[in-house]
């Protein structure tokens, strides 16, 4: 699972959640605490989300594992913005860096017309 799971699924499941993570830089606990309509807290407070936008395929990722090669193992939460470009160094992709209000609002933008039907 990628971090940013925990912030659309609250929405699809009509249930709150409460989420502990680290920060992949810093080694730092990351609490969540969300509903299925919003955020309603984190620490600490400088929490970002890291996102890629990975070279689509054009026939259509080929498996569960293709996708969390090329998106799920880059997406995390982080203590800071600062500590991404450090975490990002070397890797395949560069980050995309959202606040964590800003995660949960794509979340619900992709998978808008899902939520009409839950």
């Not at 699809?12 to 409460?18: G, I, N, P, T, V």
Request: charged share 20%; with cysteine; net charge negative.
């Amino acid at each position: 699972w990628c971090a940013w799971d925990t912030l659309f699924l609250p929405a699809l499941l009509k249930h709150s959640a409460k989420v502990e993570s680290f920060c992949p830089t810093t080694k730092s606990k990351i609490f969540l605490t969300l509903s299925p309509y919003g955020v309603e807290n984190y620490e600490p407070a400088n929490t970002v989300l890291s996102m890629v936008l990975p070279q689509p395929n054009p026939e259509g990722p080929k498996s569960a594992e293709e996708i969390w090669k090329v998106f799920c193992h880059y997406v995390f939460f982080f203590s800071s913005a600062q500590v991404v470009t450090e975490w990002f160094k070397g890797k395949n992709y560069g980050p995309v860096i959202l606040s964590v209000e800003e995660g949960f609002q794509v979340g619900r933008m992709t998978f808008e017309e899902i939520l009409k039907y839950t």
